[in-house]
Every structure is written in structure tokens, then in C-alpha cells.
């Protein structure tokens, strides 16, 4: 197996630190919160310190969800520190402290210390990245964090946040994802698979904090709601945002914002205005989501195409791309799609083929290439099955930039490109893109 790319800087001090970090991976067999809990008690417990979290899980849609909750928090003048994963070019998108991103000075200090005091507990790459966020949210003042779980939630490593410290947790859209973990054999658990992804990611459920998700298959919500009885939490289903215009593009977006509006709604521990959730709802930004690409040395390969970028990496994501496009104001109004160029990577342990099916009619040709540093489904076998589900034109490429220069040099003489190239299939190649076209995000 190819090490996972855990980020490179040209900071020395934090390349240092990455370095030690790239030799930790997640511990074969080992579930649980002691070791984090201990790395905390460690670290003088700085999980106590916080202002008031807002905690996400879910299998897609809990990083939006926390972009809005950040967008609207900050609308109302709040400082809100925020942990999501995974970061798509800079390991600092993982800790934003008051709004900021960690600077390479703080950043390269906090994983020192946290990779230092832990060195014979065996922790955890995630479990290192929570507790350095969590000191470095503790050390810098702030009315308000945002945590987005990493996998799972009982056994998440921001689970360790006791319910004095929580105003709110959320439980964003559920599909199947991290089976080998989420699924592993127990007794006393679900045994149907939903039920028990449900069951995992009700997990961060605390004692009288509200707990809230979205509407949901019945099965999903008996599951939820059986641990929130268990834990003594309040369960509320976020209510629909009929005709609500939302900065995120994407029908799903709508949800993933009703799901944050209802966090808010249900918490005591912040004032927020019905004005701050409107503003908040319409500037959100969350990249690699819909996002379509800037001007940029990626994007000038071809001209005249719109580039859209989405990481989206499983079944339920690739739906929410084919419901885009087909609620896509041409579609709608001539019934012609766009035409549409794919340059789709995916990592070999996600469902490509469904990821394939879903989005193989909206697409004219597709190139499949490598997700670089990852074990990669074959390109070869991506390209064969985009074929055998009727997209027209497949190839492969080496990179997303072979990928664009076989597109653009594929056509007839003095006929331009047009319609959308989109890239898809993975975070991990959409930090890639964003890379390439020097579009950091900030």
C-alpha cells in the first residue's frame, strides 16, 4: 500500500513535523477513545477549555454543514475556530483559529508539542491533528468552535468532547463509507448495515445537548433515535429551508443548510439573529464542492470550457452531482445537457463503479488518470467501465494536466472546445486541481 500524502510545506519547521506525522497511520484493531483521552490529560485537558462547539458527523454533507455554521456565526460578529478533514493542498485548511487559518509558525509549534508528550502512546495521525487543534483552539480566544467529526462518531477521536463543552451536535446525510471500521463485527450493535452507520455516527450523542439530524429513511432514525434515548440527548429534525437561496451550489446544499439553521436554533449558549443566519446562509464557501475553477494555469489548457471541481468520493455524492446536473437551468428549459468532459480519479477501496454509473450519462467522454500518492483505482479498468456504461468517448492520462492536454488536442483542427470539464471522483485529486491551478484555499 503507497503511504497516504498527509501534505507537504515549504515551511521546514512544519515539513518536519508532517514528516513525523506521515509515520503514523490508524492503529490495526485499536477503537476506542483512551489513547486520545489520555494524550489529553497530557495536554492539561485543553477540551475543557473551549468555547462552545458545534460538533458534525455524518458521511457526506457534515463539511458544508459546518461552512455554513461558520458563515452564520461569523455574520453575527462571533470568532469561530473550526476542524474539518482532510485539508485538499495545506495541512493548516485542518485548524482555523478565529477565523484564520493556523499560521506555519503555530502549527509547527503545536504538532511538536502534541507529537512530543504523545510519543509512547502510539496515537494516531487524526488523533494528533484533534488534540493539536484542540490545544491551539484553547490558547486563542474565541466565542465559538466548529468541529466536523473524521470517521464514524462513537469512536472518533473528537468524541473525546465531554457535554459541558458542546452547544449543539448535528448528523449530516448517512451512506455507506469506512465499512472495514464502521461495520466491524460486535455484539449489541446494529446489525443492518444503515442502522449501524446510523448507530456510529449518533455516537457523539451527549447528555442534554441537543442532538439534531435531517429527515431520513425510518430505519436510520430509529437507529439515531435509539442512542440520543440512551444518552439522555433531545432529538430534532432540522426543518426544510423552502425557497431559501443558499451560497453553496447544489440542491443537497439545501439540506446540509437546514441542517445548520436548526443546530443554531436549537442551542442556547450564542445569540444569532434571524439576520445572521440569512447573511451567513448566502456567503458561505466551502471549496471543491460545485466549485467552479478561477482563471489559473489549469484552467487556460482549454479555453473557453467552465471548469467545475467536486471531491465528492462515494455513491451518495455521486448522486448529488447527477441531480446538479439535471436540474441545470439549460437542462431544464431545452432538455439538451451541456456538453461535458470528465477527468475522474478514485481511490481503489470506494464503490468507483457506482461512482461510474451515476455519472456516466452526464458526461460525453471521460478521462481516467491516478490520484497521486493514493492507491488508485486503474485507470485502465475506470475508462473500461465508464465505456460499458455508455459514455462515448474514454480515455486515460497520467495527470489531470495530460488529462486537459489530450482533451484539447483531441478535437478537429480550428474547432474550439466547449460546454464544462469536470473533475470528480476524490478530495484528494480535487486539492490536486487546486493545486495546479494555484487556487489555495483560505
Known sequence: MKPLDFGRSDDPRVQAQLDRLSALSVPQGRLGLDTIRALMERLGNPHRKLPPVFHVAGTNGKGSTCAFLRAMLEAQGYKVHVTTSPHLVRYNERIRLAGELISDEALAAVLAEVLDVGEDLGPSFFEVTIAAAFLAFSRTPADACVVEVGMGGRFDATNVLEPEALAACGIAALGLDHERFLLAPEEGVPQEPMARIAFEKAGIAKRGVPLVTIERPELELASINGVAARAGAALHIAKPLDGVEVGLAGTHQTINASLAVAMLEHQVALQVSPEALRTGLTSACWPARLQYLQAGPLTRIIDGCDWLLDGGHNVQAADALARHFETHREYRQTGTRTPRYGIVGMLEAKDWR??????????????????????????????????????????????????????????????????????????YLAGEALRLNDELPD
Open 354 to 427: 457506482g461512482f461510474i454509473d451515476r455519472i456516466a450519462p452526464h458526461v460525453c467522454a471521460l478521462v481516467a488518470v491516478p490520484v497521486p500518492g493514493h492507491d488508485s483505482a486503474a485507470p485502465l479498468d475506470v475508462a473500461a467501465y465508464a465505456f460499458s456504461c455508455g459514455v462515448p468517448i474514454v480515455h486515460t492520462s497520467g495527470s489531470i494536466e495530460a488529462a486537459a492536454h489530450w482533451y484539447n488536442s483531441s478535437g478537429r483542427p480550428g474547432e474550439p472546445i466547449y460546454g464544462e470539464v469536470l473533475i470528480a471522483g476524490s478530495l
